[in-house]
T-cell receptor, first 119, second 115 residues
Framework: AQKVTQAQTEISVVEKEDVTLDCVYETRDTTYYLFWYKQPPSGELVFLIRRNSFDEQNEISGRYSWNFQKSTSSFNFTITASQVVDSAVYFCALSVWENYGGATNKLIFGTGTLLAVQP | GAGVSQSPRYKVAKRGQDVALRCDPISGHVSLFWYQQALGQGPEFLTYFQNEAQLDKSGLPSDRFFAERPEGSVSTLKIQRTQQEDSAVYLC?????????????FGPGTRLTVT
């Protein structure tokens, strides 16, 4: 079975603190993709990053960085020097092929982590 | 360019009413997905179209839910005889291919409240 677990329901930090959002996934597939999406109060999911199962290099984009470790089935997301505008719900998601008469690449989401950055 | 749009943004229905939710994907996007997001939860897959073909409807919670995409562009999610447990945000997403790697572009959602 495919599953994504985000154990942190809510995190509250003060501006300029670093914060790490945890994501653990389960799949028996060898080929899969992992994603992070941001959902601000407006509600629209915004794509942040995609990672495939064969690329374990960490990635940095500005204040954002991602740590993918297959050995622990984790894909954690760190925000450095957090800002109030980072306040949102963050979702980790897994994409795998499943066959129901035709292949589908649906996203399987975790329950999300609500990040509140206080000024 | 224009993103994924959904209408209406908000819908209040009395229990037992039928509702229709519309999704306009990004022009040229082959794949279209519907997800249901309950309050405080992550989105959950409902159904998937590749062009006009509905390839996966395994996530539809009951036979009261029906989706179509007759011309391979606009899609409609219909819920018959709505019940309170149908209250949720319904999200539509599209992607220009069918590969695992393509990120899905999401619309703003339709918030359905069943009273």
């Amino acid at each position: 079975a495919q599953k994504v677990t985000q154990a942190q329901t809510e995190i509250s930090v003060v501006e300029k603190e670093d914060v790490t959002l945890d994501c653990v996934y389960e799949t028996r597939d060898t080929t899969y993709y992992l994603f992070w999406y941001k959902q601000p109060p407006s509600g629209e999911l915004v794509f942040l990053i995609r990672r495939n199962s064969f690329d374990e290099q960490n990635e940095i984009s500005g204040r954002y960085s991602w740590n993918f470790q297959k050995s622990t089935s984790s894909f954690n997301f760190t925000i450095t020097a957090s800002q109030v505008v980072d306040s949102a719900v963050y979702f980790c998601a897994l994409s795998v092929w499943e066959n129901y008469g035709g292949a589908t690449n649906k996203l399987i989401f975790g329950t999300g982590t609500l990040l509140a950055v206080q000024p | 360019g224009a993103g994924v749009s959904q209408s209406p943004r908000y819908k209040v229905a009395k229990r037992g009413q039928d509702v229709a939710l519309r999704c306009d994907p990004i022009s040229g996007h082959v794949s279209l997905f519907w997800y249901q997001q309950a309050l405080g939860q992550g989105p959950e897959f409902l159904t998937y179209f590749q062009n006009e073909a509905q390839l996966d409807k395994s996530g539809l919670p009951s036979d009261r839910f029906f989706a179509e995409r007759p011309e391979g562009s606009v899609s409609t999610l219909k819920i018959q005889r709505t019940q309170q447990e149908d209250s949720a945000v319904y999200l539509c997403a599209s992607t220009h291919g069918e590969a695992l790697s393509y990120e899905q572009y999401f619309g703003p959602g339709t918030r359905l409240t069943v009273t």
